[in-house]
């Protein structure tokens, strides 16, 4: 579910998203990514039901600067090559997140920023405003404040809320950074909230309001998550993997992975080392053309550890579309 305060063109990143190469005709790979998934760091303030952190034992890290620069000098070579600040922590928490953000936006590099939002403060967001930060996007999860700290352990919505409207005030009249705001939802959160009505509320302050169902399915040996597993979207299904023709991953260490579901960065998901190895050259390699082989042109997803718990639910717009027609779950009124 996704709606836009002004349409679609107003994306910063409507030139990929609307293109032809995004999700039709991506086959074979362009000659360099869409987006490189850059992990600032692993460090995170909150203890989310849903993330894999919980069950990571990677140690905690932070991108080196001089890394970024080289890896950047890279993606500026490619023609709109864009990178995303994402990852398995919170990017604020880098202490040079503003440097980092800097070297890309010298480089006219598209630049997204995902964050919690707790950290952001005034004078960092009018940095982001100066540099013309792309796209800055708040993750929250629910549809209100109950359903936001059952699922985001340790978060705080008021500040939440307070820091996104302020980011509002601070951008004012300029069009930098667009901001967006991403929900996540188990089926009964939402039955019992309302999309719309969450939606309405955050679109005086944001550009982008999109809601999705929550996945659980990557911490389902979490005890906490157990009573829970059966409470998500149903009719769960294997389609084939079109993450691998689009976006390149990048841990804060450098390893380059195939995917960003790995929230250990582990060697059998790992194409090569930035430094020893270039974007372009693990993209086009041999062991990225045997995952878009194996999950991305086949159904081998059993084969990989992280891919045997990847599924795209082709039931939840449905769902969605059902919620918004007044309708319950199972086709009953």
Not at 160 to 177: E, H, Q
Not at 275 to 295: I, N, P, Y
Request: proline share 5%; with cysteine.
């Amino acid at each position: 579910m996704l709606t836009y305060r002004e349409g679609p063109g107003s994306d910063p990143f409507f030139r990929i998203y609307g293109s032809d190469g995004w999700l039709r005709s991506y086959d074979p790979p362009r000659p360099f990514p869409f987006f490189v998934n850059l992990e600032p760091t692993n460090a995170c303030q909150l203890d989310c039901l849903f993330c894999s952190r919980q069950l990571s034992k990677r140690p905690i890290g932070y991108l080196d600067l001089g890394l970024a620069r080289e890896l950047f000098d890279e993606c500026a070579r490619h023609e709109g090559a864009a990178v995303r600040f994402t990852g398995w922590g919170e990017p604020l928490m880098h202490p040079r997140i503003l440097g980092l953000a800097g070297l890309a936006k010298e480089r006219s590099i598209g630049l997204k920023l995902y964050t919690n939002g707790l950290l952001l403060t005034e004078a960092m967001m009018g940095a982001f405003v100066e540099m013309g930060l792309d796209d800055l996007q708040f993750s929250l999860q629910g549809l209100n404040e109950p359903q936001y700290l059952f699922n985001r352990r340790k978060g705080d919505y008021a500040l939440l809320s307070r820091n996104i409207r302020m980011a509002s005030i601070v951008r004012g009249s300029a069009k930098r950074p667009f901001l967006s705001l991403l929900t996540s939802v188990l089926e009964n959160e939402l039955a019992e909230g309302d999309p719309k009505a969450f939606t309405e509320s955050w679109l005086p302050y944001v550009d982008k309001v999109a809601i999705d169902l929550t996945n659980l399915n990557f911490v389902s040996g979490s005890p906490r998550v157990a009573p829970y597993l059966a409470n998500q979207s149903k009719g769960l299904s294997r389609g084939k993997c079109v993450d691998v023709f689009l976006a390149l991953e990048v841990k804060y260490d450098g390893r380059i992975q195939f995917c960003g579901q790995d929230a250990d960065g582990r060697e059998c998901h790992t194409i090569g080392v930035f430094g020893e190895t270039g974007l372009q050259e693990a993209w086009l390699s041999d062991r990225m053309g045997a995952q878009r082989d194996l999950v991305g042109r086949n159904l081998g997803h059993s084969a990989s550890e992280v891919c045997r718990n990847c599924y795209h639910n082709t039931s939840k717009y449905e769902l969605f579309k059902r919620k918004e027609a007044g309708l319950g779950p199972a086709g009953g009124a």
